[in-house]
């Protein structure tokens, strides 16, 4: 039989066709297909060492027996613990499949190709893939001090008037400043009310200084979006939420997928978040392992940014390399180039014995043992 010609490949949205996806932190799977390396320690993705409450395994076993059935689509037992958690209504809750679903969520509702989308240099990548996704133009302000600049980002809104959204990471991914939460409120009181303010908080649990829920009883035009991926360790369901007005939130359901939380992830969430005490020692523990690895970043002459979230991000020469070398040990550390950070790793804060084979590998390659 003669061979069918090949189907022409449908071309893409323009913008999509040079969009690069998104890098995830390598998994400990994908590294030992590789190399063959089996004592693997994984500090590049952010998650919390300690596991999740033992809330959740007691309100996972219980939803065992009801897989066969679809969750509560409209999630109604976890928005309203999270109303009442931050005092708010249900109706300004919006539950997605993590954090990144709820981004994606609000670009889809609120921003078409004509429009533009406002973000720091050096804040989470994602960011810029969504503009490009919605064909939107996406204005990079440049950072200073690896730090959102908000004058510059009130600049760049004011002049530019087909902005329709601002993206404000705070504590930032993947530099770990912070902004003090009056700069934030004075930038929202400068901006055209008209433009949305989506505040990322992926790491506030591990900030709470942070916290800018009261911006939202201030400004219709303010979202908070946050995640049980980090804090509450349960990145491996993808649960995130959104806090804003009753008005956005509507539109974000009109275009939220059914189903979107699943009902594990629905049980453990709702139960993760009554448990404050594991939230606060998961946050004691972070703030003492990072001191500890900044003073052993500092005893091996080596630069880094001053972190307010469960990770560091630090200057070394030759970064590429020497990520190789500790993928070589069985230590995974996030590189930094697709930021344009080619000096720069960034490393999860994890538990002592892990931070310590950390530093007595990354010591021994500087040394040039272990090349």
Not at 84 to 113: K, M
Not at 122 to 146: D, R, T, W
Request: charged share 20%.
């Amino acid at each position: 039989m003669p061979k069918k010609e090949a189907q022409a490949i449908l071309p893409a949205y323009p913008s999509i066709e040079t969009l690069a996806p998104y890098q995830i932190g390598k998994p400990i799977e994908e590294l030992t297909r590789e190399m063959g390396v089996t004592d693997v320690i994984k500090l590049a993705s952010n998650e919390n060492p300690y596991g999740s409450s033992p809330r959740v395994t007691l309100a996972i076993t219980q939803e065992l027996d009801k897989l066969a059935r679809y969750p509560d689509g409209n999630g109604f037992g976890l928005k309203q613990k999270l109303a009442d958690f931050y005092e708010v209504s249900p109706n300004q809750v919006t539950l997605g499949n993590g954090a990144n679903d709820i981004l994606d969520l609000l670009a889809r509702s609120f921003v078409g190709h004509k429009d533009a989308m406002v973000y720091s240099q050096f804040a989470f990548i994602v960011y810029g893939i969504l503009a490009k996704a919605q064909g939107a133009l996406g204005i990079e302000v440049p950072a200073v001090h690896f730090a959102h600049d908000l004058a510059a980002m009130q600049q760049a809104v004011v002049k530019n008037t087909q902005t329709k959204m601002v993206f404000i990471a705070n504590p930032n991914n993947p530099t770990g400043t912070v902004l003090e939460i009056e700069e934030v409120r004075n930038f929202i009181a400068n901006i055209p009310p008209s433009v949305l303010v989506v505040i990322d908080e992926a790491y506030v649990e591990y900030c709470p200084a942070a916290n800018h829920r009261a911006l939202l009883d201030e400004f219709a035009n303010v979202v908070i979006v946050r995640t049980f991926s980090k804090a509450y360790g349960l990145a491996g369901l993808r649960i995130g939420y959104a806090l804003s007005s009753e008005s956005v939130a509507e539109m974000l359901n009109r275009v939220r997928q059914p189903f979107n939380v699943s009902r594990l992830g629905l049980a453990a969430a709702t139960a993760a978040i009554d448990d404050t005490a594991f939230i606060e020692r998961s946050n004691q523990l972070n703030i003492e392992q990072r001191r500890w690895l900044g003073s052993q970043f500092d005893a091996l002459g080596l630069g880094f940014i001053k972190s307010a979230a469960n990770f560091i991000m630090v200057e070394i020469d030759n970064a590429s390399s020497i990520n190789q070398a500790l993928l070589a040990q069985g230590v995974i550390v996030r590189p930094l180039q697709n930021y344009g950070l080619d000096n720069w790793l960034r490393v999860s804060v994890g538990t002592p014995e892990d931070n310590l084979r950390l530093i007595d590998t990354l010591r021994s390659i500087l040394n040039n043992d272990a090349l």
